[in-house]
């Protein structure tokens, strides 16, 4: 966290570590940015034809592919298309799967690729991996939220660490909220109705991979905690090569003189059409994104507000998380994001925000928002 002008701190007893500006920032400024510990394409985002690079999750279509997919107009036209960034794909050698660089494959496979590439380009469905994922699969119909093969990868992670130690402690870090569990909400990726997924998911599981180092991890007990630790930590990460090519557009429409005002009228409404009539009649506006969820060790330590003053944001175009602020922030201010929906965070009451919170983070809100509106109830 050095020099990044934040610091972590324990705030008080009830929300514990949380994290505190150390300087000033102004409202859009950046205050970090960090890559996933671990991150991961949704399996049914992936098995629908969203191509992202197998590591960082950039888009590996462009704009047009991209378009017409979500459309489903294979003749779509677009203005600018001259704008986008034509992707060049790396495939692995021995399983196929694709990156968008050599320094993801790289990165991929030293990092967790090794122990999980399947070693053929062929569909080898009896094959432990692949039988784990179409379990899932069956279990976790979009709108996705988590993927088995997280798990899979920060295991796989562990195993092939240098310093397992160090790594598994890593991970470990995350489980805090999960094990001081003491307003006693039971979780509910814990609920009864998932004890026998979760127990078939555990005996593929530890068929899938070797447990080598977090047999821990894999008593029924364990594994559990695993997914709470998911559950409560995860961010969600989203890419798209429409919006990658739209965010160049609108830098080149800024900087542009010799664009007229109507050309730039124009373009707007071709893209209102493009999202709210060709996307949302074929593909529906809750699926546009390569989507995938990941563990960011900096983002994770940051408190939940009602009334947030930062907000997490993917400006690369990958799985780079940024936090960025919504509001000006002073010293020793603490920073706050928010982990509800968009939607639920402007819209809802006191009672339903408190609910989502404390099934799905396991604490109850006591934001200046959340006690102004409990004075309100209770006057
Ligand atoms: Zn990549
Ligand atoms: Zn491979
Ligand atoms: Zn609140």
């Known amino acids: 966290m050095e020099d990044c002008g934040c610091e972590v701190r324990l705030i008080n007893e009830i929300k514990g570590r949380g994290l505190i500006a150390t300087k000033q920032f102004k409202q859009g400024d950046v205050l970090f940015s960090e890559k996933p510990l671990v991150s991961c394409q949704f399996p049914w985002n992936e098995a629908y034809g969203y191509l992202a690079c197998h590591h960082c999750m950039s ?93 899979v990868r920060i295991v796989a992670t562990i195993q092939q660490s240098d310093n397992s130690d160090a790594t598994l402690n890593e991970f470990m870090q995350f489980c805090h909220r999960v094990t001081n569990d003491k307003d006693r909400i039971v979780h509910k990726l814990l609920g009864q109705q998932f004890e026998q997924q979760i127990e078939q998911m555990r005996l593929l599981f530890i ?31 989203g890419t798209n090569a429409v919006t990658r090519w739209y965010n160049r557009v609108q830098d080149f429409l800024k900087t542009n003189t010799t ?17 709210y009539e060709d996307f949302e009649n074929a593909t529906g506006s809750d699926f546009l994104d390569n989507e995938g969820s990941g563990l960011f060790k900096k983002q994770s330590l940051i408190n939940h507000s009602c009334t947030p003053n930062a907000e997490v944001c993917f400006l690369n175009d990958n799985f780079q998380l940024s936090i960025r ?41 006591r934001c200046s928002r959340c006690e102004t509106e409990n004075d309100v109830m209770e006057e």
């Open 259 to 275: 664009i007229s005002e109507e050309e730039k009228d124009r373009f707007e409404t071709s893209i209102d059409k493009l999202y």
């Open 59 to 151: 888009p590996l279509e462009n704009v047009l592919q991209c378009a017409a997919r979500l459309s489903n107009n294979p003749a779509i036209e677009l203005a600018f298309t001259e704008l986008d960034q034509p992707p060049t794909i790396y495939p692995c050698s021995m399983c196929g799967v694709k990156y968008c660089s050599t320094e993801c494959q790289v990165e991929s496979y030293n990092q967790y690729h090794r122990t999980m590439c399947l070693g053929t380009t062929e569909i080898v469905e009896e094959h432990p991996l692949n039988i784990l994922v179409e379990a899932w699969k069956k279990f976790h119909y979009p709108p996705e939220t988590c993927s088995i093969l997280l798990l």
């Open 325 to 365: 602020a919504l509001k000006d922030i002073e010293c020793e201010e603490e920073i706050c994001i928010s982990y509800l929906p968009p939607c639920q965070l402007e819209d809802s009451d006191r009672e339903e925000r408190q609910e989502t919170l404390s099934e799905n983070y396991l604490f109850i809100c």
């Open 207 to 237: 068929n899938a991979i070797s447990t080598e180092k977090v047999d821990h991890w894999c008593t029924p007990e364990g594994f559990r905690s695993l997914f709470a630790l998911l559950g409560t930590n995860c961010q969600g990460i």
